[in-house]
């Protein structure tokens, strides 16, 4: 259900739409999930896809993941509001500031947010506060992030916390989740060495799936 991926900053957004609209049309349960960073809430995609989606009701959930950062710029010195989550008063739509490290708070909104887009009632804004570990690009220092908020975030790592939790429970055992990293990583490994063993694929394809009907290059 990955439909697309791409490198220009807010343009999940007006493709989720695309997305969710088919969806309506065809009368189907689906229901699409947009995601972008804090930074991409500054672009005009955002604030018109948001308007549209509610005003049509789409199936579509707009996902915020709000790292603090975008690109090399803190949050506060680009961003106007305390909370993305604000954002939805302005299109109509309900918007909700989630612990994105908390696999639990994630799964209780993200539920209430897919019932209210198969019902009919539209989209549904989700700013999910989390950290990044690392710099933006490769060979980037960070030196522009705190070294305390970023030892803090580190120490607050989700992944080892679930991964005790899960075991602390008794859903898991220390033996099932290793073997289920091993087999993903495998699969990881296999998709990259088939990746990289492809042909590039050829120039004919850069129109495909751009139009309903092909037009003739
Ligand atoms: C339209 C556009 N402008 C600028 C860039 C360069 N750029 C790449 S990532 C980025 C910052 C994105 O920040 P955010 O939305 O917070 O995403 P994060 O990297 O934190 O997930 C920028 C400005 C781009 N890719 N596309
Ligand atoms: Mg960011």
Redesign the pocket.
Known sequence: GVMVTT????SSMPIANGLAWAAQMDGSSRVVVAF?????SN?GAFHESLNLASLWKLPVIFVC?N?G???HTAYDVATSVDKISTRAISYGMPGFTVDGNDPDDMYAHMAVAIERARAGDGPTLLECKTF?FLG?VLGDDDFYIPKEVKEAAIANDPLPALRARLIAEGHASEELLAAMQADLEAEIADAEAFGMASPLPSVDELRRDVFAEEIAA
Not at 7 to 10: A, C, E, K, P, Q
């Open positions: 490198g220009i900053v807010g972008f960073g804090d930074g991409a672009i993941p790292n950062y975008g690109e990044r933006h």
